[in-house]
């Protein structure tokens, strides 16, 4: 089992960074947060399809990009539904209320309900929680490696 409060991985594959995402997934609860970092293409989409498996809410899990968040519905009664959060187009904007931009988008779900996974959210997450599980994601060069390390921050 995966050490939640922090820890490093290798890995490999794109199977092996689902395969961190359900491993961690299966460890958060209702209101957790947690911050997916690392250049394009470093596998952010890729472990949040894990966690997403593991919290067995309703798919298919995209790139929320041009969407900015997207409300993954648990299938489970009683479970957390997962919403899924693209900052990136929100980088520039420092002075930004993002829980504002977030209710305005109407999510049909309480934040503190849901596990709430945010993709290019290093540096702006903390304004939704002062605790907060950071993965951060980087490939190593030439190569289809990545190395994974995650905290828990407060």
Request: hydrophobic share 45%; no cysteine; proline share 3%.
């Amino acid at each position: 089992m995966v050490e939640l409060e922090s820890g490093t991985a290798t890995l490999e594959r794109a199977e092996d960074t689902f395969a961190l995402g359900t491993r961690l997934g299966e460890q958060l609860r209702a209101g957790d947060v947690v911050v997916l970092s690392g250049p394009l293409g470093a596998g952010k989409t890729v472990l949040a399809k894990g966690i997403a498996e593991a919290l067995n809410v309703d798919g298919p899990v995209i790139s929320p990009t041009f969407v900015l968040a997207r409300v993954h519905r648990a299938r489970d009664a009683g479970a957390p539904a997962m919403v899924h959060v693209d900052f990136y187009r929100l980088l520039d904007h420092d002075d930004a209320d993002l829980l504002a931009e977030l209710d305005s988008l109407d999510l049909d779900t309480e934040l503190d309900q849901a596990v709430v996974v945010v993709e290019w959210g290093e540096g702006i997450a903390e304004r939704l929680s002062e605790r907060h599980l950071d993965v951060r994601l980087e490939r190593v060069s030439n190569s289809d490696v990545r190395i994974a390390t995650w905290r828990w921050a407060a």
